[in-house]
């Protein structure tokens, strides 16, 4: 089992949806949870970081992270064709990141 | 602020030959810098973390006389492809910050061996 795995999508939603991101990991050790936004050829962004179970939100998003299900999420409110682009999961454990492959949203204007 | 950058943003480069990708950290000080690969549609893969002035920590299976780290300062390190060959061609993303909880990524460098 990889330890981070994410459908890769492309997922296609009109703009001003919800949208709704998943991931699975394997370790339960990991210790926080990250979502990062990547544009084509480009470097990742951090959006949400979270350390524990629960809900955090930051204006049109929100992290959901299970940690008894080993199951994270993301949620975008009210998309933008701007939102579109790679989104990747990354649980973390001490000074160490696991990257998940990313999913690629595309949001229709 | 936090802005990384690196350079070139682009390369492409004969079999054989050496390729030196450098990054820095344009308004903050990176105690600790991570070179990752990515080839396409996969995952980040975490080559290296280097802090200022120390030998880089490589993962396993990242051969550390072939991708050499030098990490001079707090603003600066680099990543020196050596004798690359076609199967080095990847995207390669540094960043920098206070610990892989808090750090922020430069735009990448995407290499072509040819």
């Known amino acids: 089992q990889k330890e981070v795995e994410q459908d890769p999508g492309p997922l296609s939603v009109p703009e001003g949806a919800i949208v709704s991101l998943n991931c699975t990991y394997s370790?339960?050790?990991?210790?926080?949870f990250m979502w990062y936004r990547q544009y084509s050829r480009k470097g990742p962004e951090l959006l949400m970081y979270t350390y524990s179970s629960g809900n955090k939100e930051d204006g049109r998003f929100t992290a959901q992270v299970d940690k008894s299900s080993k199951y994270i999420s993301l949620f975008i409110r009210d998309s933008q064709p701007s939102d579109s682009a790679t989104y990747l999961c990354?649980?973390?454990?001490?000074?160490?990141?696991?990257f998940g492959k990313g999913t690629r949203l595309h949001i229709l204007p | 602020g936090a802005v990384v950058s690196q350079h070139p943003s682009w390369v492409i480069c004969k079999s054989g030959t050496s390729v030196k990708i450098e990054c820095r950290s344009l308004d903050f000080q990176a105690t600790t810098m991570f070179w990752y690969r990515q080839f396409p549609k996969q995952s980040l893969m975490l080559m290296a973390t280097s802090n200022e002035g120390s030998k880089a920590t490589y993962e396993q299976g990242v051969e550390k006389d072939k991708f050499l780290i030098n990490h001079a300062s707090l603003t600066l390190s680099t990543l020196t492809v050596t004798s690359a060959h076609p199967e080095d061609s990847s995207f390669y993303i540094c960043?920098?910050?206070?610990?892989?909880?808090?750090?922020?990524f430069g735009p990448g460098t995407r290499l072509t061996v040819t």
């Open positions: 990354a649980p973390g454990l001490d000074d160490k990141i696991i």
């Open positions: 370790n339960s050790a990991f210790q926080y």
């Open positions: 960043s920098g910050g206070s610990g892989a909880y808090e750090q922020y």
